[in-house]
């Protein structure tokens, strides 16, 4: 498979989709720089957590321009939704294990929002990108347990949410 810098996949939907997911990764990354040194302010790990987060997140969209691997968008699916499980964690139950801030629960904002709704439109289009490569059959197994998956997790938020 040829990249998208050399023309190969830039003009089809997949290549259309890949664009949209690494510029997501950018604008997450740009939300999390933006309040990094607030997160500072309150604990290093914090600050130092946002920076990890923003700094991947800038280094995946060339990687997924540039090798568009099963791995690679694997990888960007699993990282960006643990990043949104950690977000709905932290405004659900409270902050896990570490910091100061140990089992507070956060507010939720607009910015914060923005990053989270960033990164599971990261995660859809990656799967996206990978099923247009699956056969009808396995697809359809695939986007079962996906909303099954789904349902699960709805569900147990809002059983956290009803807890609180």
């Given at each position: 498979m040829r990249s998208i810098a050399a023309g190969g996949i830039g003009a089809t939907g997949r290549g259309r989709?890949?664009?949209?997911a690494a510029a997501l990764s950018l604008l997450a990354a740009?939300?999390?720089?933006?309040?990094?040194?607030?997160?500072?302010?309150?604990?290093?790990?914090?600050?130092?957590?946002?920076?990890?987060?923003?700094?991947?997140?800038v280094l995946y969209a060339p990687l997924v321009l540039a090798r568009p691997t099963r791995i690679v968008l694997l990888l960007?699916?699993?990282?960006?939704?643990?990043?949104?499980?950690?977000?709905?964690?932290?405004?659900?139950?409270?902050?896990?294990l570490f910091g100061p801030g140990v089992g507070e629960v956060e507010g939720v904002g607009f910015v914060d929002l923005c990053a989270t709704t960033s990164e599971v439109g990261i995660a859809a289009a990656?799967?996206?990108?990978?099923?247009?490569?699956?056969?009808?059959?396995?697809?359809r197994m695939i986007l079962l347990f996906l909303a099954l998956g789904l349902v699960s997790v709805g569900h147990v938020v809002h059983l956290a949410l009803r807890a609180s």
């Open positions: 989709t890949l664009y949209a740009l939300i999390h720089l933006w309040v990094t040194p607030e997160h500072f302010g309150e604990w290093w790990g914090y600050g130092a957590f946002f920076l990890v987060a923003a700094a991947a997140q960007g699916i699993a990282g960006n939704l643990a990043i949104v499980g950690l977000y709905l964690l932290t405004r659900t139950v409270g902050i896990p990656l799967g996206a990108a990978l099923l247009r490569e699956t056969t009808p059959e396995r697809r």
